[in-house]
């Protein structure tokens, strides 16, 4: 709307007056005006693109209808609907929708709202046979998006999560794992990191058993436990199930 329309319909809302195109004298009006919009008015007044005065003029019972993608439980009745009067307007026999045109419909997001759904519908009902509408018939767009949209969630579905992985980049570690995967990193670190002293070679593995020995009895001390194991793998997240003898 531009700014003289803008001007010239506060104008009449303030004095409920007009001048008729061409006319000499002001016309005397009482009338309720509903308007409606898609834009953010506020964002608009914010940059000078809309009155503020009309604004509030306007604003006096705000209602906020939700688009029809967050309203899926009207989409099916409003389809129904459109459906009769199609019926009635182009002559055709429809009876409804199968489930599988109900679920698609339903699951479409409609970005064009109402409109796009009425489109649809008398689109539908032109190319397709008389009967129950079946999923086949929607619009090629529809069944295309609802096919992308399942395939992207069961992608998601099918990636582990961050608390399934385990530093070895399997999803489940047994005890031992955990233990063998402790003690691997453990010998890898520099001498002068290391907890215990150097060894020699001949009690390397009395050494480690009793690391392994250690980390058996820390592991009632779980806080203690994932301090220590985040030190070695930090921002690895380990999710440990029990040895087989043990479930």
Same mark, same amino acid.
């Given at each position: 709307?531009?700014?003289?329309?803008?001007?010239?319909?506060?104008?009449?809302?303030?004095?409920?007056?007009?001048?008729?195109?061409?006319?000499?004298?002001?016309?005397?009006?009482?009338?309720?005006?509903?308007?409606?919009?898609?834009?953010?008015?506020?964002?608009?007044?914010?940059?000078?693109?809309?009155?503020?005065?009309?604004?509030?003029?306007?604003?006096?019972?705000?209602?906020?209808?939700?688009?029809?993608?967050?309203?899926?439980?009207?989409?099916?009745?409003?389809?129904?609907?459109?459906?009769?009067?199609?019926?009635?307007?182009?002559?055709?026999?429809?009876?409804?929708?199968?489930?599988?045109?109900?679920?698609?419909?339903?699951?479409?997001?409609?970005?064009?709202?109402?409109?796009?759904?009425?489109?649809?519908?008398?689109?539908?009902?032109?190319?397709?046979? #008389?009967?129950?509408?079946?999923?086949? /018939? &929607? =619009? *090629?767009?529809? +069944?295309?998006?609802? !096919?992308?949209?399942? @395939? %992207?969630?069961?992608?998601?579905?099918?990636?582990?999560?961050?608390?399934?992985?385990?530093?070895?980049?399997?999803?489940?570690?047994?005890?031992?794992?955990?233990?063998? #995967?402790?003690?691997?990193?453990?010998? /890898? &670190? =520099? *001498?002068?990191? +290391?907890?215990?002293? !150097?060894?020699?070679? @001949? %009690?390397?593995?009395?050494?480690?058993?009793?690391?392994?020995?250690?980390?058996?009895?820390?592991?009632?001390?779980?806080?203690?436990?994932?301090?220590?194991?985040?030190?070695?793998?930090?921002?690895?997240?380990?999710?440990?199930?029990?040895?087989?003898?043990?479930?």
């Amino acid at each position: 709307m531009s700014a003289s329309v803008q001007a010239k319909l506060l104008r009449v809302l303030k004095e409920s007056t007009f001048m008729r195109l061409g006319g000499t004298r002001p016309i005397k009006v009482d009338v309720r005006l509903v308007a409606a919009t898609n834009a953010d008015l506020k964002e608009a007044v914010a940059r000078g693109a809309f009155r503020e005065d009309l604004y509030y003029r306007l604003n006096v019972v705000p209602l906020y209808i939700p688009p029809l993608r967050e309203r899926k439980e009207d989409i099916v009745p409003l389809a129904l609907d459109l459906l009769q009067h199609f019926n009635v307007e182009l002559r055709k026999r429809f009876t409804g929708f199968t489930p599988a045109a109900a679920e698609l419909l339903q699951q479409y997001p409609w970005p064009g709202n109402i409109r796009e759904l009425k489109n649809v519908i008398e689109r539908t009902l032109i190319l397709a046979p #008389e009967g129950d509408i079946d999923g086949t /018939a &929607l =619009p *090629e767009e529809i +069944r295309e998006h609802v !096919r992308a949209a399942d @395939a %992207s969630a069961k992608n998601q579905n099918d990636s582990p999560s961050e608390l399934d992985i385990s530093p070895t980049g399997r999803q489940l570690l047994t005890l031992r794992e955990v233990e063998d #995967e402790y003690i691997r990193k453990f010998s /890898a &670190l =520099p *001498e002068t990191t +290391r907890r215990r002293p !150097r060894v020699s070679s @001949a %009690s390397t593995h009395i050494a480690l058993a009793e690391t392994q020995e250690r980390i058996c009895s820390r592991l009632s001390q779980s806080k203690d436990f994932i301090t220590d194991w985040l030190r070695v793998f930090p921002a690895s997240s380990v999710l440990v199930k029990p040895e087989p003898h043990l479930q």
